[in-house]
């Protein structure tokens, strides 16, 4: 392997891995999760900036659904899912590869999927105080209140799952001696054999068509397209929630 001075190494021995949009959209994603989580503990008036981290969660889990379709090469479900047979050899120390490992797609499959599940509900949930979710007036408040039960129990899935993430980032940095964050800071990682390639993929259309969905998706989301309740008759106030 060439190496620049200091024994880094030089720009032919990188592998471009995690493409930008990729990146803006994880650690995105991590601040919004951060902000959901703080503001469901602080309650009260911080329940606005809840539903607000809600719908753009809902945004971002649309534009990561398409990029893993169109997105580049290592970002595309198809590169990363494999099959039960790839996680065994991977435990079995037999895998080799660059992008996400056959354990750890697992582990974005069911983040993605923990996630989606706690914005379907917390969109139509209620705090039975002053705060209702975007989508609250679509649903009964029988069904809300249901739909409220499984997010918070929900939560606890998340955090469990974001728990096991961080200890993961521990377990490479600590015995195999691997730096994941540094890589989707930067997008690329050192070459380790000549089959490793850049990659491909993930345009401008391809990026134009991820933003306009998860774009939309933020918007159905919002609740901004459901009409106003018609106001109260002559003579009587509308109920103080």
């Known amino acids: 392997?060439?190496?620049?001075?200091?024994?880094?190494?030089g720009a032919s021995d990188r592998v471009r891995v995690w493409d930008l949009p990729l990146r803006v959209f994880h650690w995105t994603?991590?601040?919004?999760?951060?902000?959901?989580?703080?503001t469901a503990l602080v309650g009260s008036k911080a329940m606005v900036w809840h539903g607000r981290a809600g719908v753009g969660i809902a945004g971002l889990l649309v534009f990561r659904l398409v990029w893993g379709i169109a997105g580049s090469t290592y970002a595309r479900f198809a590169h990363f899912v494999r099959s039960?047979?790839?996680?065994?050899?991977?435990?079995?120390?037999?895998?080799?590869?660059?992008?996400?490992?056959?354990?750890?797609?697992?582990?974005?499959?069911?983040?993605?999927?923990?996630l989606a599940v706690q914005v379907a509900t917390g969109l139509a949930a209620n705090d039975d105080i002053a705060f209702n979710g975007p989508l609250y007036p679509l649903v009964t408040h029988q069904l809300s209140n249901a739909l409220t039960e499984l997010h918070e129990g929900n939560a606890w899935i998340v955090g469990t799952l974001i728990v096991?993430?961080?200890?993961?980032i521990?377990?490479?940095?600590?015995?195999?001696?691997?730096n994941l964050v540094l890589p989707?800071?930067?997008?690329?990682?050192?070459?380790?054999?000549?089959s490793e390639t850049s990659h491909r993929g993930g345009g401008i259309v391809a990026?134009?068509?991820?933003l306009t969905l998860a774009l939309a998706a933020a918007w159905g989301a919002s609740g901004k397209w459901i009409p106003a309740p018609p106001p109260p008759p002559p003579g009587q106030t509308a109920p103080d929630f």
């Open 164 to 168: 096991l993430h961080i200890a993961a």
């Open 207 to 210: 990026l134009i068509v991820a």
């Open 1 to 9: 392997m060439r190496t620049t001075v200091a024994g880094k190494p």
């Open 184 to 194: 989707m800071i930067r997008g690329w990682k050192v070459r380790r054999n000549v």
């Open 84 to 114: 039960p047979q790839a996680v065994r050899d991977y435990l079995a120390g037999r895998w080799e590869g660059i992008g996400h490992n056959p354990l750890g797609a697992l582990s974005v499959l069911a983040m993605l999927a923990a």
């Open 170 to 178: 521990a377990f490479y940095a600590r015995i195999k001696k691997e």
């Open 29 to 38: 994603l991590l601040v919004l999760v951060a902000v959901a989580f703080i």
